[in-house]
């Protein structure tokens, strides 16, 4: 079979997809046909074009992708959001890279809520740029006009620096302690580090 190819900017690939942040969540656009997706950050774009492209192939209609799009729910601790009784949650534990920090942090901007935290974890298996990276992360993080973050792991801890909304804690029990005597509450709270960070243990608590 012949590779096929999207873009959200080359009208002549195969797939022209566009989405935009709606209400919190991406909302897609192809062939005259939109998907209001339940998924968290625009850096989606490239699962949502797949599952479209796929769907074309099987001989799927764009309406019917589209609903699939729509009633796709995110688990496993991927870009899924969560209402609790005290807070929301944007939980993505499931992996980190400083491209989809920047991806989660970017989302987290686009959301019209006054009381934004960031729980960030450690990203693995940067190598020699591990140092680097997390320092752009914070760096990232601290521009965004967040009421607090906080830093879980090692890495973090390494780079973080005197801020009146930043905390650095070494280790993910450490962050539950904290966070069960901070007992947050109003907040939308972006969760993301790397599977080894199991910061999804925090989730009970917030």
């Not at 830093?151 to 973090?156: A, D, I, Y």
Request: glycine content about 6%.
């Amino acid at each position: 079979a012949t590779r096929k190819t999207w873009s959200s900017t080359d009208v002549n690939a195969d797939l022209h997809i566009t989405a935009e942040m709606h209400n919190g969540f991406v909302k897609a656009h192809w062939d005259g046909t939109h998907a209001a997706t339940q998924l968290q950050g625009l850096y989606n774009i490239g699962n949502i074009a797949y599952a479209v492209l796929i769907g074309q192939y099987l001989g799927v209609d764009n309406a019917a992708i589209s609903k699939g799009i729509e009633e796709y729910t995110p688990n496993l601790n991927r870009s899924q959001f969560q209402k609790t009784e005290k807070n929301e949650l944007i939980v993505d534990c499931y992996n980190a890279n400083p491209d989809s920090m920047d991806g989660a942090l970017e989302n987290l901007r686009t959301h019209n809520h006054s009381h934004k935290w960031a729980i960030l974890g450690d990203m693995f298996e940067l190598g020699t740029a591990s140092e680097e990276e997390h320092r752009k992360t914070l760096e990232n993080a601290l521009r965004s006009d967040l009421e607090m973050i906080i830093l879980v792991g090692e890495h973090f801890h390494s780079v973080s620096t005197s801020k009146n909304n930043l905390i650095a804690l070494q280790t993910t029990d450490e962050a539950l302690k904290f966070l069960t005597e901070k007992a947050p509450e109003q907040k939308l709270i972006l969760i993301k580090g790397s599977r080894g960070m199991a910061l999804e243990k925090l989730i009970p608590i917030l």
